[in-house]
């Protein structure tokens, strides 16, 4: 399995790198970990005429934690997200959702920017960072530009960022309250058959604001308002647990594939969100 | 064809350098040019690590990884580990507790699992396991596996101790 030939380019800062797009245009893509664009390449699925690999482009790395904001650099990877204790203090649900991506070895190079950015609706962060509100910056020939990860998402594989235009860094608000990710793969390394987001703050006993997100049940993340509009001011008991289920199944399209029938992705979409729900909830 | 580049790699402690296509997969270069055939081709999908080798302080699946993302890396294979008369204590205690039966997956496991006794040398059952889900293997069912990791920790902490 060898990929059709291509120029290897290894721009040292991000003005070059955003150089080497803009001379090549469609023909040139950035890499990252590579974990998802390397097995398309071999499989001949993807053709790359200048891979420009941002391995060496420092303005890319770094994680920052304030009171009431983190940033992660595009190439920080999941390994480097997974062991920043300040990052885990600050913003809980990251480590425990990247802890469920692919295995160790992939966790070593994956990135938390390719994840993103890459428009596969079977990752786990972009319906993450829809659930946290995350931002994303894009830089382009023009400038910079800041999008939520709530609009980035057009369709498969197909996001807000234009060719000529590298994801340089995510910012995440720091929410209080409780949070689950749960996720249900058939084996380690797998997409998820269906995962879910879920964030809560609770007053006087009853759910204060709520925040859901749902993952590969759709060509894109589905940050259902609905499901979590069902939850607030209530006390996540059984009744409301089964009409924020209700109203996340009316937002998601899960289509039927190796990984089930649509019928069997929506019956685990429920039992995923019901426990992502309940143990937010026992966190709040 | 490509245009080729010139590419070095430190590989258990010696520098080469190449002159390669950058799309060839680290796997072949190491397997192929530096006859350094340890590292197996499994899968070849970056799921099951029979190809993982030591890249940067990393466990990485060298299949997966194109050799010019790698110039300029240190890289380390099950043949800088240990050899067949000096093995090291992870290739020791894998034959004490039969911890291969065909042996293909072995030197990805023990090449995994030296890098995850770096990172936490006094691992638990349950941390072996999450820690080595990288590596299929298909014979042993895991359970010598991860004993012999463990073995391997333990003496490895023991003699430190005594040091």
Same mark, same amino acid.
């Given at each position: ?22 001379? @090549? $245009? ?21 053709? !790359?005429?200048?891979? !420009? ?19 992660? +650099? ?33 966790? @070593?190079?994956?990135?938390? +920017? +390719? ?15 829809? *659930? ?20 980035? @998402? ?22 209080? $309250? ?10 380690? $390394?797998? @997409? ?31 940050? =259902? ?44 979409? $429920? ?14 | ?6 590419? =070095? ?41 029979? *190809?993982? !080798? ?8 060298? *299949? ?7 110039? +300029? ?91």
């Amino acid at each position: 399995m060898i990929p059709s030939a291509f120029e290897y380019h290894r721009p040292g800062d991000l003005a070059s790198a955003l150089g080497i797009l803009s001379a @090549y $245009g469609d023909e040139a893509r950035v890499i990252a970990g590579g974990h998802s664009l390397i097995p398309m390449m071999k499989l001949r699925m993807a053709s !790359v005429g200048h891979l !420009v690999d941002l391995q060496s482009v420092a303005e890319l790395r770094g994680i920052t934690v304030a009171e009431r904001e983190v940033t992660i +650099g595009a190439m920080v990877t999941q390994a480097e997200l997974i062991s920043h204790d300040g990052l885990a203090k600050a913003v809980p649900i990251l480590r425990e959702a990247a802890l469920q991506i692919a295995d160790p070895q992939v966790r @070593y190079v994956g990135t938390v +920017g +390719g994840n993103v950015a890459n428009g596969d609706p079977g990752n786990d962060m972009p319906g993450l960072m829809q *659930c946290l509100d995350a931002r994303f910056t894009l830089v382009g020939p023009g400038g910079p530009r800041e999008v939520p990860a709530r609009a980035f @998402y057009h369709g498969l594989y197909a996001t807000e960022r234009a060719e000529d235009e590298i994801l340089t860094r995510i910012a995440i608000p720091v929410h209080a $309250g409780g949070h689950a990710y749960e996720k249900q793969k058939r084996k380690i $390394g797998d @997409y998820a058959t269906a995962a879910a987001a879920v964030l809560l703050t609770k007053s006087g006993g009853k759910v204060a604001s709520a925040s859901v997100a749902m993952t590969n049940l759709s060509d894109v993340p589905v940050w =259902s308002e609905a499901a979590a509009a069902a939850l607030v001011g209530r006390d996540c008991g059984a009744e409301a647990v089964a009409d924020a289920v209700a109203a996340m199944l009316a937002d998601i399209d899960p289509q039927a594939d190796n990984r089930g029938p649509i019928a069997f992705k929506k019956h685990v979409a $429920g039992v995923i969100l019901g426990r992502a729900i309940a143990r937010a909830w026992s966190r709040a | 064809m490509g245009k080729k580049m010139q590419i =070095s790699l430190t590989v258990n402690g010696e520098v080469h350098y190449i002159l390669a296509e950058p799309r060839e997969l680290l796997i072949h270069t190491l397997r192929e040019r530096l006859g350094l055939t340890g590292p197996h081709i499994g899968c070849e999908t970056s799921h099951c690590g029979a *190809c993982t !080798v030591d890249m940067n302080g990393r466990s990485v699946k060298a *299949c997966t990884v194109f050799v010019a993302q790698a110039d +300029g890396a240190e890289i380390t294979t099950i043949e800088g580990l240990g050899s067949p008369d000096g093995l090291h204590v992870l290739q020791r205690t894998f034959r004490e507790h039969h911890g291969l039966q065909c042996g293909y997956c072995t030197p990805g496991m023990i090449t995994r699992a030296h890098r995850l006794l770096i990172e936490n040398p006094n691992p638990t059952e349950e941390e072996v396991r999450f820690g080595m889900a990288g590596n299929l293997c298909r014979c042993t069912g895991y359970q010598n596996i991860v004993k012999a990791i463990l073995a391997a920790a333990s003496e490895m902490n023991a003699k430190e101790a005594a040091e």
